[in-house]
């Protein structure tokens, strides 16, 4: 398994998680004609096929959805027979949901990325050598009241090879 | 044979390769890998020179050893039994009085540096330690101490 899916599934896993254990108020929804049922908010890889569709389905249920965005790395180092760079790779976590705050009585947006950003500060998957640093976090998109925020964390690892 | 700094920097390599807390992980140079498994660590490069005296046939020289310790985090412990096991080792090699297979005939302690250094990868407490040592050689023949 390459390193940036192995530290996509540990951001996961570390999500689901916490999510599994968030109050039934953030995770409430409305339904037509019926009770509020507890919205099954999922964490997953990002699609593949990203469509309007597929976020309208993401935002129903509630989604929290992990990416890769990329890779900057650091001046070479060679010391001895090593050589190595430093390298700070960014994942962003996209939240879906019909409600900005649990106050609208759905799965809550606001409060979702809180619970990520808190359980991803300092998060420190296999491979990295320091714990996860928030970058920021942003409006992505609306569509036809499906909202999504993401919230951008840097992981930092190393590429080391001996020579 | 080889100038008498490169043979003094050799035998500080040999002395310092080993220790108990840095074992094998010793660079010649000032570059450090700066990764998880290469620390506790040292690298090992020598400073300036400067003539600090002699006769109207040689010259007698001071160099200074550069020692850095590179430990994760930012620490005091471990980076402290480093520094007591380096001084150990480097006035350990005292032989009649002289240092370094008899190269140099004094060695003194010039201080340290220390600094959390958090850019890059990993947060890293390094301390710079000092030393100067002294050698003679005849004048146009620097690949000999005497």
């Known amino acids: 398994m390459s390193v940036i899916v192995a530290i996509e599934e540990a951001i996961k896993d570390r999500l689901q998680a916490e999510i599994e254990g968030v109050p039934e108020l953030i995770k409430m929804m409305p339904v037509l004609d019926g009770d509020p049922i507890v919205a099954p908010v999922r964490v997953e890889s990002y699609p ?3 469509s309007e569709q597929l976020l309208l389905q993401l ?10 965005v990329g890779s900057k790395y650091g001046s070479k180092r060679v010391a001895g027979s090593i050589v190595v760079q430093d390298r700070t790779m960014s994942y962003e976590v996209q939240i879906f949901s019909r409600s900005l705050a649990a106050r609208d009585s759905g ?26 640093e928030l970058v920021q976090d942003d409006f992505v998109t609306e569509v036809k ?14 590429v080391e090879m001996p020579i | 044979m080889s100038h008498v700094q490169t ?39 020598l400073g300036g020179e400067t003539p600090t005296g002699g006769t109207t046939k040689a010259t007698q020289k001071e160099v200074e050893l550069v020692v850095d310790v590179y430990v994760g ?10 520094q007591v096991e380096v ?33 890059g990868a990993l947060k890293h407490t390094k301390v710079s330690i000092t030393y100067k040592t002294e050698y003679q050689t005849v004048d146009g023949v620097a690949n000999a101490a005497n």
Not at chain 1, 145 to 158: D, E, K, L, R, T
């Open chain 1, 59 to 68: 935002a129903q249920t509630g989604a929290v959805v992990v990416r890769y």
């Open chain 1, 107 to 132: 799965s809550g947006i606001y409060e979702l990325l809180d619970i990520c950003a808190l359980r991803l500060i300092g998060f420190l998957p296999a491979g990295c050598v320091d714990g996860g």
């Open chain 2, 87 to 119: 001084e150990a080792a480097l006035y350990g090699d005292r032989v009649g009085g002289r240092f370094f297979n008899s190269l140099a005939t004094n060695l003194i302690y010039g201080g340290e540096r220390r600094e959390f250094v958090t850019l």
């Open chain 2, 7 to 45: 043979q003094i920097l050799s035998r500080l390599m040999t002395l310092l390769t080993g220790l108990p807390t840095t074992g094998s992980r010793v660079y010649q140079g000032r570059v450090h890998p700066l990764t998880p498994g290469t620390m506790p660590g040292l690298c090992v490069s």
């Open chain 1, 48 to 50: 593949s096929n990203p």
């Open chain 1, 145 to 158: 009241g499906a909202w999504a925020y993401g919230i951008v964390v840097n992981f930092s690892s190393q």
């Open chain 2, 73 to 82: 985090g930012d620490d005091y412990t471990v980076s402290g039994q480093v």
